[in-house]
């Protein structure tokens, strides 16, 4: 269910703030662009503020009749796309949800870029890992580049921003296995038992912090090839491996 809004100017100086994280946080507001992406969202228990669309857009997507038609220029003032798909949502951020009792928990610390994380989402997805925490200084969710990365999932995770340390230390004393994803630790792929637990996916460039190394009592790797000289891998790359065998 959504809502249709007259446009003014004022309104499209807000959606455009909504690029930014401090306004996003203000208004309680994130703008989702794309045909794909605004049908997830629809197909989904957000809450719609209000959904414009250009009308060759409409012209094109006739399910999408009920959209406030904008002109092709105001659409280009709202969008944070160089090419604007012709159709936008604004939504309500939700509420976290409490982290469910699963069987693997992701967990993420200091993933700063964007891209990265929405790929990491949609990723954790499509193994089943629903919930995740994140440090509280992983990229924020609602960024539009993270949105767009997650091709969907974004609609259907539950993301917990946390002090982590402390969440993992908690989480250790009451006996949860915690594993790391370190150049220094087992071989992933010779591990024959996974006990249920964390899986804890550093960032891009320093990947696991020392504060959260101590909580670590699982340090796996991800072998590379005998010569090979590249340093490490990307990310969203190494938690896609990682996940793909942690779950099967």
């Known amino acids: 269910m959504y809502f249709r809004a007259m446009l003014t100017k004022n309104s499209i100086k807000q959606i455009k703030s909504l690029q930014q994280q401090k306004y996003r946080k203000e208004l309680g507001l994130f703008v989702v662009e794309g045909c794909k992406m605004v ?5 989904s228990d957000f809450k719609v503020d209000c959904l414009y669309a250009t009308e ?99 609609f259907r995770m539950n993301l917990v921003y946390a002090d982590l340390p402390a969440f993992l230390s908690d989480q250790k004393a009451k006996g949860k296995a915690i594993y790391g994803a370190l150049l220094e630790g ?42 090979s000289a590249t340093e490490s891998l990307n990310a969203a790359v190494a938690a896609a491996i990682l996940m793909a065998e942690m779950t099967k």
Request: glycine content about 8%; some cysteine; hydrophobic content about 40%.
């Open 39 to 43: 049908e997830e969202l629809l197909h």
């Open 56 to 154: 060759d857009f409409i012209t094109g997507h006739p399910e999408f009749h009920s959209a406030e038609t904008v002109s092709e220029m105001q659409m280009q003032q709202m969008s944070g796309q160089d090419t604007p798909p012709g159709i936008l949502a604004v939504v309500h951020i939700p509420e976290p949800k409490p982290l469910a009792d699963a069987p693997l928990l992701l967990a993420l610390d200091g993933i700063a870029n964007p891209g990265n994380m929405g790929t990491i989402l949609r990723t954790a997805e499509w193994f089943g890992l629903r919930d995740v925490v994140c440090s509280t200084d992983c990229v924020e969710l609602w960024n539009p580049k993270t949105v767009q990365a997650t091709m969907g999932s974004v």
């Open 186 to 227: 087992k071989n992933l792929f010779e591990i024959r038992e996974k006990t249920e637990g964390i899986l804890v996916i550093g960032s891009e460039s320093h990947g696991i912090r020392a504060e959260v190394l101590p909580h670590i009592t699982h340090p796996i790797t991800i072998p590379r090839a005998r010569g």
